[in-house]
């Protein structure tokens, strides 16, 4: 089978990578992981003309070729890499021009491996505030390669694009231009190191001479080679790597002089530079990004309310009509209190993830999410961090496996570790189905001061305590592990846009059908065994439990409602699901939690969304009503043996303040094992975190109860 045409998109952060990879695949993207490293692999399909689609890889963010994290090795690999998968046919290099000599940089490294390249030239409109003009037809002409001004923000550029794209995949056998004379900073014996490694280049040549004991894909005898070669003439590697940053900025400025005017020698002020006066001001900053926080857990509840209601009546409704349809019996009783119970304890809750995700990628799209970062860099200080591990944090509030991923970034090995460590403290979007439901129990509907809603402030504050909390446990780490190495903390702050809505549009929906699909389908497999744990126990238990309400009807002919809902929480009590529930009461019952919250804490350990979906089959099974009533009046209306409810507010917050701090998730226990390469960091953060849940839940049981 024929390899299909793969491209890639590389250029410097902030370029403008992620918005040519969306106006190029639109929905047509999905992301996994590089082979053999926890990097994500944004890939794409692309119809570029009628008679060619192509493969659009996403590669990450990068300066130059001389990686210095994992993401940016990842890049180095794939490029370098002759054998790898994915090696593109043609690479997009994303230019930022309000920042061009930097970023010619990059495309100048990328044009000596030899692969055919196209220069997308970004920002356009940027450079233009600062008065910077662009010669985009003298550059291609400078540089030897296409150069296209585009917008993928509005689709400017892109149909050009495609035809170059199109093409450069018909002149494949085009010859490339050096960009700098390779074996001049050498001398021939490269040549000899091209052949030994089968290079299509001189400069990939340098570059496995530069490395050729980390990269991979160089075999042993090739290794052996290459070090007697290196010997014999004396390489330098720092001296070379030097003179070849020299010759490419003496190039470049000479195309700079030659393809841009300047209107004037400093910068003009942007608008970003003026709001930047007052978003990343030490005092206003902080207040606006509290005011940030607090819209967008307040719109959570206050947007999402609509569509969760009428997908609750939709499934109340569903389930009544089913159970008005089918003959009562197992079948009924499987599909309305196992499967349609399952189903709704995920639907439910997809419109509150959707707008999660669209707040943060507006944030994230607009240049804000970056401020973040700059802002909250002294308070990460003081916690033994620096600004770099924001980004992890906030990623965390979608889900703590990207995040802790996000930490490969971070250079200094102490930090990186600290911020895996605390990452899965930040409340990501698995607990939020969790909060809100156990808010909407506990917690009045009621506005204060007539303008915020109490339920938005309490999700609010539980979002901050995950965050403070974090900040304390990283203190603590912070002076338990000792390192020398320093770090310090720069950053590029890009300009600020307006958010591509398109692109915010499409995040959304791949976010739901995520959760829906790979939550989902945990959800209803657990749904389901649920169903059968709860309904079968042991035969002598459950005939006992029937024969006694046959007795009782018999008796009470006029109380058969009353007897049928006390037989199905008797059944359920005995059942399997019931005797392990028992079992754990006696451990969570200073929590102020009952044997079914005790089922629900062991089954959500695979993913903490569950226990949404363990609530609604433990309560559909042991309730007579079965689809008259949604899940939440049914644990309103849930009853102890005394008599009193179960979800009362010191047993609600309790339980909040648990799911803030627990560590309930598998696969982020797999991914920090995968990330520190040992069993000993899950172990230990598992422990810490179940200890301060425990703790903290206890404590605000009794001062509260």
């Keep these: 089978m024929q390899r299909p045409y793969t491209i890639a998109l590389v250029g410097n952060p902030n370029s403008g990578k992620s918005s040519l990879f969306n106006a190029l695949t639109g929905l047509n993207q999905k992301v996994g992981n590089f082979p053999g490293v926890t990097v994500d692999k944004k890939t794409g399909v692309s119809k570029i003309s009628d008679a060619l689609s192509a493969n659009i890889i996403d590669l990450p963010g990068t300066y130059s070729l001389y990686p210095k994290s994992a993401d940016e090795q990842v890049t180095y690999e794939v490029l370098l890499n002759q054998r790898n998968t994915d090696r593109p046919d043609l690479i997009i290099v994303i230019a930022d021009a309000s920042n061009l000599k930097r970023n010619l940089l990059f495309c100048s490294q990328i044009m000596d491996l030899k692969i055919p390249v196209v220069i997308a030239l970004t920002m356009m409109d940027i450079a233009k505030q600062r008065g910077i003009a662009i010669d985009a037809a003298k550059m291609e002409q400078m540089m030897g390669v296409p150069v296209l001004p585009i917008n993928p923000r509005k689709d400017k550029g892109i149909a050009q694009l495609k035809k170059t794209i199109t093409a450069s995949a018909q002149n494949i056998r085009a010859t490339l231009p050096d960009f700098i004379d390779i074996i001049g900073l050498t001398g021939l014996w490269l040549n000899d190191v091209r052949l030994l490694c ?197 990623s965390g509030m979608a889900c703590a496996v990207p995040a802790i991923m996000a930490a490969r970034t971070i250079q200094n090995k102490k930090e990186r570790l600290i911020t895996i460590m605390v990452t899965p403290l930040m409340s990501c979007s698995a607990r939020l189905p969790v909060y809100t439901m156990l808010i909407a129990l506990v917690i009045p509907n009621k506005a204060i001061g007539g303008i915020f809603n109490l339920q938005g402030l309490v999700l609010m504050g539980l979002y901050l305590l995950g965050f403070f909390m974090a900040l304390i446990v990283a203190k603590v780490m912070n002076l338990l592990i000792k390192a020398k190495e320093r770090s310090f903390f720069l950053m590029e702050l890009p300009v600020y846009r307006a958010p591509r809505w398109k692109n915010v549009g499409i995040t959304m929906l791949e976010k739901g059908k995520i959760f829906i699909r790979d939550v989902g389908k945990i959800i209803i497999v657990l749904a389901l065994i649920l169903w059968v744990l709860a309904s079968f126990g042991p035969p002598k238990a459950m005939e006992a439990v029937e024969e006694k309400y046959a007795a009782l009807s018999k008796l009470h002919p006029e109380q058969a409602n009353d007897l049928e809902h006390l037989r199905a929480t008797e059944k359920l009590e005995h059942s399997f699901a019931g005797m392990m529930g028992k079992g754990l009461e006696p451990v969570i019952r200073p929590l102020g939690y009952d044997w079914k919250i005790g089922i629900a804490l062991i089954t959500s350990f695979a993913a903490r969304e569950v226990f949404v979906g363990t609530m609604a089959t433990l309560y559909s099974v042991g309730d007579a009503s079965t689809g008259t009533k949604t899940l939440e009046e049914k644990m309103k209306n849930a009853r102890r043996e005394d008599g009193t409810p179960v979800y009362t507010l010191a047993a609600g917050l309790s339980l909040l303040i648990f799911y803030v701090f627990a560590m309930q998730c598998m696969s982020t226990i797999a991914i920090v094992k995968r990330e520190t390469r040992s069993w000993k960091y899950p172990a230990i953060q598992f422990a810490y975190m179940l200890g301060l849940a425990y703790t903290c839940a206890f404590v605000v049981y009794q001062v509260f109860k």
């Design 198 to 394: 089968n290079q299509e280049s001189n400069y990939a040549a340098l570059h496995i001479a530069c490395n050729y004991k980390e990269l991979k894909h160089i075999n042993a005898a090739q290794r052996i080679g290459i070090g007697s070669l290196l010997g014999e003439n004396k390489f330098h590697k720092s001296r070379v790597q030097a003179d070849e940053i020299m010759q490419r900025y003496k190039k470049i400025d000479t195309v700079m002089q030659q393809c841009t005017i300047t209107e004037n020698p400093q910068n003009k002020m942007v608008v970003s530079d003026r709001i930047d006066k007052v978003l990343l001001h030490p005092v206003w900053g902080n207040l606006i990004l509290l005011t940030v926080l607090f819209v967008l857990f307040q719109s959570i509840f206050w947007l999402a309310r609509y569509p969760m209601d009428w997908i609750q009546q939709l499934f109340a409704l569903g389930g009544n009509a089913l159970s008005n349809l089918l003959p009562a019996g197992m079948f009924q009783d499987l599909l309305i209190n196992g499967v349609l119970a399952g189903i709704s304890g995920i639907m439910v809750f997809v419109p509150q993830i959707m707008i999660l995700f669209g707040f943060i990628t507006v944030l994230e799209d607009s240049g804000y999410m970056a401020r973040i970062s700059f802002l909250t860099d002294r308070i990460m200080r003081s916690a033994g961090l620096n600004g770099r591990s924001v980004m992890p944090l906030i």
